[in-house]
């Protein structure tokens, strides 16, 4: 089990030497059993850290976000970020590492095991408790979690709240880490891919029909885009104009940049980016699902990202986030790799 | 015009609306959308808040505005495209979401009307539904002049009394409505109205969540536009758009020209909502941004809300649904914010 | 009776092999369906998974993208990376229901003006009886 005094005095420590400039961790909410990510500079405020299986939260995106501050800083402070990360977290701060986004060196990793368990997902522990107020969720022994609610507190098995994401994790341990904190215990998964073969089961007509209602939902708030930790790039096809305008950039550059998706948030244009974005992810994607999670239209976003990871798999035995030091998926390829679709 | 209706008369009531096009809160893996419905089982009233606001159906997020394109003999046409004419009718609309209407009335019938709006505006009936319990955790409809039985913006509000519904009509075309199902509604009893009262006022002290003293607000905003502040309270913003989206008072739109086929040249130029959080949405040609960063950006959806909109209409621009709390990734809380605001400094 | 259905083929063709593989048919006047909208491209590598979302939403019946043999590449290993990137998007397409035969890929050398035509013929029959590609079509 984590012991939260242990990581707390490891955070006070490492803020009061100095050896960290801030802490990104996870802090009680204003209201209700959600955590909420908080950055904590003051050893004194370390108190606020918390950890259980509402810690949700992929922090590393704050990561991507302190090295664009960073750019624009004319004195930056180029400490290293304390960062509270889980399994699927870590292997995030690995594919960063792996695309010289970051180095080793920006961040100092406090790393969570999520032991036989992972986080809760929000709707399904809703489901379970029929509209029951959480007041607080722990972890307990033996792969549960202790749910208390507002007239009192219950065991509930963690199968039966967990996220899909952690149903299917292979790591539900940090891969890379400063320090951790936990026990390694490695679950036994035996379908990681369960999920994805739900879908591609269902008949070619089923499947259209599945995504065609699906991703006409989506009201394009881009949250899938803004809560990804990979998603890291200045300008997005989808953005209407480009960012990447500098002072000397002609008029013409300016409207020559190409309309790939309309605004209107209709079938065809939502199709494009969503599948981009999911091809943009091939090889890159965690398995995090904060994508899926944070969408407000409850759209299985995830299985676009888990069907990419399921072919570089099957296809190019290539896996995500074990190692920085291997080359990305697209930018490399083996003699071998298939080619019976190719006439 | 005040009226009782039994619950299962309403079928019959609605059935007698089939010249209406019919929208009403319907369950979809697992959350709640309006939707139009075919027949009067489909309609739920037993739900809490909806996703998205019925603002949806009024100010869409696509409107078409013009049709252009070239002709066989290669002249240019432009068409106007308005709204379908049609009478609507959405039932099911919670307090706030009619009020965030009257909000979005003031912003586009000011000197120039917005006719696409209005239009849709004036051919649809709210019927509204009153809240007896609050239907989300992050209600605070009585910290911004509102309340769970508040009558701004509706045709009709029904409020729930077991077996029945009280029914009260606020217009014409609230009449109108239930003259159509004439026979089906009967005057109520004193005793009705004494239950009525009751179920209003203990459904206001349901309400988990307020903002004290919201009125300090503005001007406390008014000397905070260059605060550190912002900075701290966005540091965990994500930068995307689901608070605004979601608001049911959030109305900004962006305008552009979508080319459907090059040969033969067509195309519409259409109207699709716009959103404060995302970064093109000051982003000059220059290459300038004048809100830079989330700090400037959250701090524009709060300062439009609870200040330059009270100046300039009176009234907040937020009628306290709890939607950009409960869907915020990270726990970005508004009453938070606003209770952290007043007592700044 | 109704006019025969004649799909609409987008094909991405490589500049060194594919491309010219197309045009040694055109001056070889051999026959082959005129359904097809070439697009040269530097390279089969450059081939970005939008052109092909974008192809299919502006109307395109079926899509081809088209390189030199393994090892053939001008540019040595571009088509590798086209392998491996249109397995992927292959595999994307299938997942949201469009018809597999929609997406194909092939390698044309600048000698094979045959085996283009061949291609080309094939698609078009296996279009045909797939009817119009409404599914990521922009609708109005």
């Known amino acids: 089990m984590v012991k939260l005094e242990d990581l707390k005095k490891e955070a006070t420590q490492i803020l009061k030497s100095g050896k960290v400039k801030y802490i990104i961790g996870y802090a009680k909410g204003a209201d209700g059993f959600m955590p909420i990510p908080t950055f904590i500079s003051d050893p004194e405020d370390v108190e606020n850290l918390t950890w259980n299986p509402a810690c949700v939260h992929n922090l590393t995106k704050f990561i991507v976000d302190e090295k664009k501050r960073l750019k624009k800083d004319k004195n930056p402070d180029n400490r290293p970020i304390g960062i509270i990360v889980k399994g699927c977290d870590s292997r995030a701060i690995n594919v960063l590492l792996q695309e010289k986004y970051i180095d080793r060196d920006d961040v100092y990793l406090l790393g969570v095991s999520c032991e036989k368990t992972g986080v809760v997902d929000e709707k399904k522990l809703a489901k379970t408790l029929k509209g029951q107020r959480v007041v607080q969720i722990d972890f307990e022994d033996n792969g549960n979690f202790l749910v208390t609610t507002e007239s009192g507190s219950e065991k509930i098995p963690a199968e039966d709240v967990l996220a899909e994401r952690c149903i299917e994790c292979k790591a539900n341990f940090p891969v890379v880490f400063d320090i951790v904190f936990g026990e390694k215990i490695k679950r036994q998964v035996d379908k990681p891919f369960q999920s994805v073969e739900t879908i591609e089961d269902l008949s070619q007509e089923d499947r259209w029909k599945f995504w ?53 948030p209709n079938l065809s244009e939502n199709i494009v980016y969503h599948l981009t974005r999911a091809m943009h992810l091939a090889g890159r994607c965690i398995d995090c699902g904060e994508c899926e999670r944070v969408c407000p239209l409850d759209i299985p976003i995830r299985f676009l990202n888990k069907k990419m990871e399921k072919d570089a798999k099957n296809f190019f035995d290539y896996e995500v986030g074990f190692d920085p030091d291997q080359p990305s998926l697209v930018s490399s390829f083996k003699d071998e790799d298939p080619e019976d679709f190719i006439r | 015009m005040e009226k009782i209706l039994q619950k299962k008369s309403f079928p019959k009531w609605v059935e007698k609306l089939d010249a209406y096009e019919i929208y009403s809160p319907v369950k979809k893996d697992n959350t709640w959308s309006y939707e139009i419905i075919n027949t009067p089982g489909d309609i739920e009233l037993d739900y809490p808040n909806a996703v998205q606001a019925p603002k949806k159906i009024i100010n869409p997020q696509r409107e078409v505005f013009l049709e252009f394109g070239r002709s066989d003999d290669d002249t240019l046409e432009v068409t106007e495209v308005l709204p379908e004419e049609k009478s609507v009718v959405i039932f ?28 849709r505006r004036k051919q649809t009936a709210i019927i509204g539904l009153a809240c007896n319990t609050p239907p989300s955790p992050n209600c605070f409809c009585t910290s911004v002049d509102g309340s769970p039985h508040s009558e701004d913006g509706f045709d009709i509000l029904l409020t729930d009394l077991g077996d029945r519904y009280f029914v009260k009509s606020l217009t014409n075309m609230g009449n109108d409505l239930i003259n159509l199902g004439k026979g089906l509604f009967v005057a109520p009893k004193a005793n009705e109205k004494k239950e009525l009262a009751k179920i209003h006022a203990d459904a206001e002290k349901k309400l988990k969540r307020q903002v004290n003293d919201v009125e300090k607000i503005p001007p406390k905003l008014k000397e905070m536009f260059e605060s550190a502040f912002w900075d701290e309270e966005s540091m965990s913003c994500l930068r995307c758009g689901i608070c ?102 | 009776m109704a006019e025969e259905f004649e799909p609409r083929i987008v094909a991405f ?108 013929k094939d698609f078009v029959n296996t279009l045909k009886p797939l009817g119009p590609q409404t599914k990521l079509r922009r609708n109005p």
């Open chain 1, 212 to 264: 065609k209602e699906q991703l006409d939902k989506c009201i394009r708030c881009y949250a899938c885009r803004s809560v990804c930790p990979m998603c890291y790039c200045d300008e997005c096809v989808v953005d209407t104009i480009s960012f990447a305008v500098e002072p000397d950039t002609s008029a013409e550059e300016k409207a020559q940049k190409i309309k790939w998706i309309e605004k209107s």
């Open chain 3, 13 to 120: 063709l490589c500049k060194w092999c594919s491309s010219a593989g197309s045009d040694l048919a055109g001056v070889s006047r051999m026959e082959y369906p005129p359904n097809v909208i070439p697009i040269q491209v530097m390279c089969s590598g450059s081939v970005s998974p939008l052109y092909i979302l974008s192809a299919f939403k502006k109307g395109a019946d079926g899509v081809l993208v088209s390189g030199c043999h393994p090892g053939d590449c001008h540019y040595i290993k571009g088509n590798f990376y086209a392998r491996r990137r249109i397995a992927l998007v292959k595999g994307q397409l299938e997942f949201i229901g469009l018809e597999p035969e929609r997406f194909q890929m092939s390698w044309v050398s600048a000698a094979e003006g045959l085996k283009y035509t061949e291609i080309i």
């Open chain 2, 244 to 345: 605004t989206y979601l608001c049911p008072t959030c109305h900004c739109f962006d305008i552009s020209d979508e080319v459907t086929s090059v040969a033969p040249f067509k195309g519409y130029r259409i109207r699709t909502w716009d959103n404060c959080q995302f970064p093109d949405f000051t982003m000059h040609s220059s290459g300038h941004n004048p809100r830079p960063d989330k700090a400037s950006r959250l701090r524009q959806r709060i300062m439009h809300k609870y200040q330059y909109f009270v100046e300039r209409y009176d009234h907040y621009q937020c009628t306290g649904c709890g939607r950009c709390i409960s869907k915020c990734p990270v726990g970005i809380d508004i009453i938070e914010v606003l209770n952290k605001v007043r007592d700044y400094g």
């Open chain 2, 92 to 119: 099911g609309v919670r307090p706030c979401d009619a009020k965030a209407l009257t909000l979005t009335d003031l912003v586009f019938s000011e000197d120039i009307k917005d006719n696409y709006y209005g239009k």
